[in-house]
């Protein structure tokens, strides 16, 4: 096993996955996100969601505000790019605002039911949404991915695999250069398809599904915190993520997929899925990555192939972390409320210098 350094200081990552929510929640949380990263793909999922140019850049307004009240230097130059919620009736001409706005970075599709906030998801991406998909290909807009079916009699656990099947095969032979990110990836499947499909195709993976298999969502009885979807998979897909994290293929980056909910709406009969990580998000992968004995890899996964992918320059500042054990909070304020951190109470091997 290599030697772990006391310290390890990288390239200011990104995060291409991003809840930040609005109001009281957005001012609690962003600055988690700050405090690490220099920009992060913020999910449209707002409840209404956020479907045209015009109610990212409001949107995108509020986030700036609640980064200038934070008391934190570090914090000040945090940048959200914003993404689209595609539905059913998105117009091809909103593509072309996107793209011309300069902070639009990024169209997502749920599939309609597939996870929270997903009811005014896509119900036939390729039936319904084929003018908007050939004007994202014309003007380079990429298509951000919730790679799951959602067809009741599809296993919950197999859903990522179906989806490739039934709609990420048909799309790329309809649509062979338009940028795809499989985000939050899951399953060796996905590791499989995303490392051999042609054209300009990458994926996300969070730090839980680098870290976790199904069993932490039972031990010790059922828990809620570790709830997500995609939902964790069996130790064969993890091992599969771990490896195409940090292996060599610039087609796998950082996205933490960090959706903070108040400890009720998790702690229910029918709770929440998403699992907060943004306060300890790059101490959870440099936790995953030194276990694989591949710290030398954090900064590419991290910092260098999401900028690549999407176009953008490598940041300039740095990001250090120390080698010192560090318990995670039982809870964290969340305006008036609280959320419950993943791994709440346990202690990470990492924490940010300073």
Known sequence: MPHTP????????DDWHLHLRDGAVLQAVV?????????AIIMPNLKPPVTTTAQAAEYRERILAAVASLDEAGAAGFQPLMTLYLTDHTPPDEIQRARESGFVHGVKLYPAG????SDAGVTDLLGRCGGVLEAMQRHGMPLLVHGEVTDPEVDLFDREAVFIERVMVPLREAYPELKVVFEHLTTRDGVQYVSEAPGPIAATITAHHLLYNRNALFKGGLRPHWYCLPVLKRETHRRALLEAATGDSPRFFLGTDSAPHPRGAKEQDCGCAGCYTARHAMA??????????????????ASLNGPAFYG????????????????IPHELPMGDDVVVPLAAGESLPWRLQG
């Open 6 to 13: 006391r310290t390890l200081t990288i390239r200011q990552p």
């Open 31 to 39: 600055g988690d996100s700050a405090r690490q990263f220099g920009r």
């Open 114 to 117: 597939a996870t929270t906030h």
């Open 284 to 301: 959870l992968y440099a936790t995953a990555f030194e276990g694989a004995g591949r710290l030398d890899r954090l900064e590419a996964f």
């Open 312 to 327: 953008l320059p490598v940041n300039t500042a740095t990001l250090t972390l120390e080698h010192v054990d560090t318990d």
